[in-house]
């Protein structure tokens, strides 16, 4: 009689989980393929998914591709060399450069932004800096560069944890014995190190691309209005267009994007080796 009990208390426990996916996950869900399939009258349509073939649109998704596969990739490029410095260190998870890395997401995400652009913009600080030495300004601030800058500062740590989590983790009797039978620093991280550490890297890879893909914030606070990624376009079909059938069929479009993303981490990653802690 105890176990059904128990099993019936574990239930309970798992309500305010099921009503916050339920009213914060699904019903919106729900809502957006309602209204992305359908049109004014409420009829069944694949107009606002069409939408994303418009030349704008277009332009949007693939310059949000573009900057977002090149953040991934600087990401990739910093994130493997410092994890592989925080494991020779051997700090441990609770080690205080961990912490480093993982404290600027304690921070609020709009403010984070906006210190960049106070650092980008015209006569922010680092123009301000160039100019005591009489160099002329950059133009930093709205600029494909300015949002990638914003994206790899915002996005790093969530490749850097993965990468360190799948690291920490690794058989080092697997490596010691590959340098004890000849194998050189390049042999040892081609076919033991790199093989062993893809589920980290490839769920850092989803968890950067994803967030960088469907960003808005970066683009509209370090880009300004005149670089429009999908995210934005979305953005402002139900914010000022006020059209939320075209935005929720771009969205599903988007989704299609985020659906492939997953499904590539689950076939690399099927046992959530690669997860953050």
């Keep these: 009689m105890r176990r059904p009990q128990q099993l019936k208390n574990k239930k309970l426990l798992a309500g305010p989980y099921l009503f916050w996916a339920a009213a914060f996950v699904i019903i919106p869900l729900i809502m957006i393929f309602y209204y992305g399939f359908t049109d004014n009258d409420g009829a069944f349509t694949l107009t606002n998914l069409a939408g994303i073939a418009s030349a704008e649109n277009l332009k949007a998704l693939g310059l949000s ?37 993982v404290l600027p997401m304690w921070m609020n995400f709009l403010l984070r932004t906006m210190a960049w652009q106070t650092l980008l913009e015209k006569n922010g600080v680092i123009n301000t800096f160039l100019s005591l030495f009489g160099l002329e300004p950059l133009a930093l601030i709205n600029t494909p560069g300015a949002i990638v800058l914003g994206m790899v500062y915002n996005f790093l740590p969530f ?33 033991i190190i790199w093989p062993l550490s893809l589920p980290g890297v490839i769920s850092g890879i989803t968890m950067v691309f994803i967030p960088a893909l469907t960003t808005f914030v970066i683009s509209d606070l370090l880009g300004g209005s005149k670089i429009l990624l999908i995210g934005n376009v979305i953005e402002q079909s139900f914010t000022q267009a006020n059209d939320w059938h075209v935005g929720s069929g771009l969205s599903l479009v988007l989704m299609i994007f985020i659906i492939f993303s997953m499904m590539f981490m689950q076939k690399y990653d099927k046992n959530g080796e690669g997860g953050v802690f």
């Design 65 to 101: 591709l573009v900057l977002s596969l090149i953040s991934t990739a600087v990401c990739l490029v910093l994130a493997y060399p410092l994890a592989t410095i925080l494991i020779d260190l051997n700090i441990g998870k609770s080690g205080f450069l961990v912490v480093v890395f």
């Design 159 to 191: 490749m850097i944890l993965p990468i360190y989590n799948v690291l920490c983790k690794m058989d080092q009797d697997v490596i010691n014995a590959a340098r004890d039978l000849g194998a050189s620093p390049r042999q040892t991280f081609t076919k």
